[in-house]
């Protein structure tokens, strides 16, 4: 899968999911913080309830974007999005096969239009490595920008990746003990789906 044929077919069909779809995120990033981050809850829960959902849909979708924030040390910029270092984290709104992106309301990324930078069609080759919790690029989305050792966590099973960065840039997937590696291939390349459950750790480039 290395040509722009098959990444235009993969990001057709990411949109027409996205079209369909609606997302959900928020959380804080720590019990200490919590009333600092009150205020960006409340923005977030009126985003989420703007994307069509329940207020209790709302809350399950915090409570998800809470795992990520605790898990990852990031910052919550969307109801659905939290920013880490080197990485976004977009999460699947309650009853959606697939992430989507909702406006950036934080000051710092106003002008952050994210999206999935894998899957959106254009341009191949964007220097982005993705991770979909679900096979066929479905469920949340762990999306990597940066050289280096990334660890993740809470990611078992079967899901799926894309590899988009430069081209003929190849990924490694391993275990924190080493014992397991997986090379992708080259850019473009991508698989509809891969078990997540041996990986503890992404270096994309």
Request: aromatic share 12%.
């Amino acid at each position: 899968m290395h040509h722009s044929s098959t990444k235009r077919r993969i990001g057709k069909a990411a949109a027409l999911a996205f079209a369909a779809g609606t997302l959900t995120a928020a959380g804080a990033l720590s019990a200490g913080s919590a009333n600092a981050i009150t205020p960006a809850h409340a923005d977030f829960t009126a985003q989420a309830k703007s994307a069509g959902l329940s207020s209790a849909n709302a809350k399950v979708l915090q409570t998800r974007v809470d795992g990520y924030l605790a898990r990852y040390h990031g910052t919550q910029i969307a109801a659905n999005k939290v920013s880490a270092k080197g990485m976004y984290v977009t999460v699947a709104l309650p009853g959606e096969k697939y992430a989507r992106t909702l406006p950036d309301t934080s000051e710092v990324h106003a002008n952050d239009a994210w999206q999935d930078k894998c899957l959106n069609g254009s341009p191949v080759y964007s220097g982005w490595f993705c991770l979909y919790k679900g096979e066929t690029f479905q469920g949340d989305v762990l999306s990597m920008y940066t050289c280096g050792d990334h660890a993740i966590s809470g990611w078992y099973g079967n899901g799926s990746w894309v590899n988009d960065q430069t081209q003929n840039t190849v990924a490694l997937l391993r275990s924190a003990s080493g014992g397991y590696k997986f090379y992708t291939p080259g850019a473009y390349s991508s698989s509809y789906s891969f078990n997540w459950t041996p990986v503890d750790v992404v270096h994309p480039c």
